[in-house]
């Protein structure tokens, strides 16, 4: 799993209250992922990070915002949460394989529900 | 239209018979992923192909770049195989991966 933990993993919390979830990795990748998964989309990219203080935006960032401040840590806040902010978000880290090309690993997900 | 089509969206089988799920991608990839989804949440990726062909287990995974498919084939099912079976590519720049819509796998005893 390449050491990566969500926090938390659930939330339930009201309109308009900032949200910040957490993923940190004990690996040191250098490419971490922020999605969201609701019925009928699939995994949709929020955000996305190629290494301290580098970010770039995904398909669906509006609302959201993302921080890097050390390797280990990609930090993805809701400014002000709403209803349409409701789902399952999942970090991921992008490694390298030792043979060639890479892989990607998923964090366990955090279900926010924003009531 | 979406990049990465899957199909079928939802199949249901019966304990050991040989699966195949599509994915069909309009893009240029430099990599395609087959990921495993289990109820409860949990992303495992099986497959990374570039080209060819890669077997692990009951799972085998095929490529046709030049046709722009993948396929992912269980020989043998079993209930545990029951999951969200998801494709995804790496195109463009490659710092992203396009996912497709999922397959839902159901397998009966």
């Known amino acids: 799993d390449a050491g990566i933990t969500q926090s938390p993993r659930h939330k339930v919390t009201e309109t308009g209250t900032p949200v910040t979830l957490r993923c940190h990795q004990t690996?040191?990748?250098?490419?971490m992922y922020w999605y969201r998964q609701d019925p009928g989309h699939g995994l949709r990219l929020i955000h996305y990070?190629?290494?301290?203080?580098?970010?770039d935006k995904g398909e669906v960032s509006d609302g959201y915002s993302v921080s890097r401040s050390k390797t280990e840590d990609f930090l993805l806040t809701l400014e002000s949460a709403t209803s349409s902010q409701t789902s399952v978000y999942f970090c991921?880290?992008?490694?390298?394989?030792?043979?060639?090309?890479?892989?990607?690993?998923f964090g366990e997900g955090s279900w926010l529900t924003v009531v | 239209k979406n990049e990465v089509e899957q199909s079928p969206q939802n199949l249901t089988a019966q304990e050991g018979e040989f699966i195949t799920i599509n994915c069909s991608y309009s893009?240029?990839?430099?990599?395609l992923h087959w990921l495993q989804q289990h109820p409860g949440g949990g992303i495992v990726s099986l497959f990374m192909?570039?080209?060819g062909k890669k077997k692990h287990g009951r799972l085998i995974a095929t490529i046709n770049i030049q046709e722009k498919h993948s396929s992912l084939h269980i020989t043998a099912s079993h209930p545990r195989d029951s999951a969200v079976y998801i494709c995804?590519?790496?195109?463009?720049?490659?710092?992203?991966?396009?996912f497709g819509s999922g397959t839902q796998l159901t397998v009966l005893p």
């Open positions: 893009v240029g990839i430099s990599a």
């Open positions: 192909l570039s080209s």
């Open positions: 990070s190629y290494g301290v203080k580098d970010t």
């Open positions: 690996e040191n990748h250098r490419y």
């Open positions: 991921a880290i992008r490694a390298a394989l030792t043979d060639s090309g890479n892989t990607i690993y």
């Open positions: 995804a590519v790496y195109s463009g720049s490659a710092r992203q991966l396009t």
